[in-house]
């Protein structure tokens, strides 16, 4: 059970004491990330998040790594899409050495400009990278493609963005995004939640201000047909439509009918496209889901030969499943969540993340028991009523590679 | 502490109690994988291994599928370059039952023919897709240029291999390693072990004899250059070279000196090729290794412009490690490399697997206690020592990408 106490300065602290184990994690969720970059700097965020951990208060670039790594304390900052999300995890006896190290970066980070050129250089890398991993490119250039701006920037940044970016652009956005306002600290570990609060109220000190809100979100296009041509040797098929977000009543729903769909080594879409037909060696489908909106994705990967009849299959698989969920088959993808989710969330690191997330997306944190008895009691009526406002007919579909496919009429875009 | 018990038909089980947990997990290693398939046969092993999934016993593929659904046990069943590895992971309620199904897989597969063909198909998927992924490919092409036969094979299986693949050539593979001397049941979780232990004696029961030996090994080449001609965006450096094996008494001293040099966010080649001069986005050195040899392998994927001077700047920090060492360098390297360990430790997943990889190795089972203290107990003469044993200097190295470099005289293999 997390213990939640929100300090002076409106910073959310989350503790969830756990003893047995000997570490501690957390994360601390910073309220911006790439789709609060200014419209010509897409990826200034990356670029900041790297830039804090070259130094701060104090120590230089070289001390404040070595002050984490004498105490073996590992760490991580990042800017996701709508987030700056620090990770920390350790042997919980250097908790205290650690939060300073974090408030040290927030508050007080040095951003050395001489520092620019080389994390610029390392971000582009990234991004060059990307044109020899088609698989992951075909989610990147989806994204590009399906969400309305700027939920569609791509979360590794635009060259453009990068290259353009000042030292101070970083210093702006750190002004305006590094501030306890709707920030959240997830703490899940050997911890005392009191003690915790009191080193977090300590180190936090001297720190004001609210962090900048979410863009709008315009909703989904209608769906459409896209095509990347491509020398690779595959050829990669990515579809997505939306469905339940964060909190909607048929969000369990949402999850349930995943588990259906694919879940690891079962679900429909692993058993007709990989075991009977041996179309792919990999195929999966996702829900994912924020406070403003959900979606499913489905992903494979095949040869262009095979391409037109896994794209079928797949169609096939998800038009086919509404009215046609048996009991068994219900309480197999609900076994198999709840089995997931609580060997899942047996470490440190996982209980941190997932209690941030469960604040940041709905300013409340669920119990495993409340997530399981949610599981527990969805219905197959409740599948089949969350399929009729979120029909898979209406997805759109990502071909790269090449070669072009036939697509069922619906998903043309025409 | 691990409870050790061999059972009369000569498996091992291992298992270790961990109550304040809800879960289980255990891998189950035999003997074979891709080093003993047939010559003519490589990738035999993973056909067998995806095979025995497809039903076993009184059970059909569907169903044997399904019974491990219902449980929410989630299952792989593997085949890697020198064992089969079978791993469950589930609520400890269903052990009994777990055990039960992955005894029926190794015991009674039912092999059926008609799913051979879309087995092959998907295999040959996942090498197909190894050209659309050039740093996963420089790596699988390091292996095959750089180890002696039959060790050099690529784990995905080869092409021709998995095609001429036949059932007989399966059920031989079968009968010939599915056995269970020599082989180990590694049981971690909420568990009491003379429970396991009986339940193992019992599914275990009417099953006999001992699997395959592993070929010898006949040693590594004199340093090497491959170059590879690929139309990548990238260029692909990685580099290897001999290293303490498992139980080596240089073995601590080569996992530390590997800290020094790559572990996570510090280390050496982290700091001087990403951080101080930005070329490339991930750099990584590991030190793998077997109860026959052990390696270092170093990668760096980047732009063929910065390829010249990233290759200059690894062979930089790999030659000028010796005699350079400070003592706060050595106790940081160590205190990452404990901490990971016992964070990294903390799943039952984790426990079994490296309880089961110590005995496979070296035929017993090391506590956490003994591994923290032989990593703290490593001086700084014991890395020289071992550096002197196993240097740098004879390293191979292997580029892939559009553009060959100028290489060390040492290294060039003329």
Redesign the interface.
């Known amino acids: 059970m997390a213990i939640i106490e929100k300090l002076a300065n409106d910073l959310v602290v989350i503790v969830e004491e756990i003893d ?4 501690v ?1 957390y994360n601390l969720f910073l309220r911006g990330g790439v789709v609060n970059d200014p419209e010509e700097r897409v990826g200034a965020s990356l670029v900041l998040a790297e830039l804090i ?2 130094g701060a208060g104090e120590l230089d ?1 070289r001390a404040l ?2 002050a ?9 900052e990042a800017s996701s899409l709508n987030r700056y999300v620090l990770r920390c ?3 919980s006896d250097y908790l205290s050495d650690a939060l300073e190290l974090t408030a040290k970066m927030v508050k007080q980070p040095r951003l050395p400009q001489e520092e620019l ?7 582009i ?2 991004i ?2 990307l ?5 992951r490119r075909a989610l990147v250039e989806l994204a590009k493609l399906y969400f309305p701006v700027p939920f569609n920037r791509p979360v590794i940044g635009e060259l453009e963005g990068i290259n353009a970016t000042s030292l101070k652009d970083i210093v702006a956005l750190k002004e305006q995004c590094f501030l306890p306002g709707g920030a959240v600290l997830s703490v899940a570990g050997k911890v005392k939640a009191s003690r915790v609060i009191k080193e977090a109220g300590k180190v936090f000190t001297g720190w004001s201000g609210e962090g900048p809100g979410i863009p709008d979100f315009k909703g989904f296009p209608k769906p459409q047909a896209y095509h990347i041509d491509s ?4 050829l990669q098929i990515a579809l997505i439509y939306p469905s339940a977000k964060f909190g909607d009543h048929d969000y369990y729903a949402a999850k349930v009918l995943n588990g259906i769909l694919s ?4 679900g429909r879409l692993f ?1 007709e496209v ?8 990999s195929i999966y489908s996702r829900h994912g889901s924020t406070a403003e909106y959900g979606t499913v994705t489905v992903y494979a ?3 262009p030969e ?1 391409a037109q009849e896994t794209l079928d299959t797949i169609i096939e698989v998800l038009t086919g499943i509404k009215g046609t969920i048996s009991d ?1 088959e219900l ?3 609900k ?6 989710l ?2 899942g969330e ?4 996982a209980r941190a993340a997932s209690n941030a997330s469960d604040w940041w997306t709905s300013g409340r944190v669920r119990t495993l028991d409340e997530i399981k008895e949610k599981i527990f009691n969805v219905t197959i009526e409740d599948i089949n009523r969350h399929l009729e406002a979120y029909s898979p007919l209406n997805c759109s579909i990502l071909t790269l590679g090449s070669r072009r496919l036939e697509l069922p009429v619906d998903n043309k875009g025409e």
């Open positions: 047995h184990l000997e570490s994690a951990g070259r670039s790594s070595d984490f790594d004498a105490r073996g304390i590992s760490h991580q995890s350790l042997l050129a080389s994390i610029k250089s390392l971000l890398q990234d060059e990278a044109k020899d991993n088609p698989s020398n690779s040797a595959q879940g690891g080594m079962f058993i990989r075991e009977k037909k041996g179309l792919c060696y990967g095949t040869t095979r068994e309480e197999r993808a076994a198999n969540i709840v089995s997931a609580v060997i047996e470490s440190t690191g």
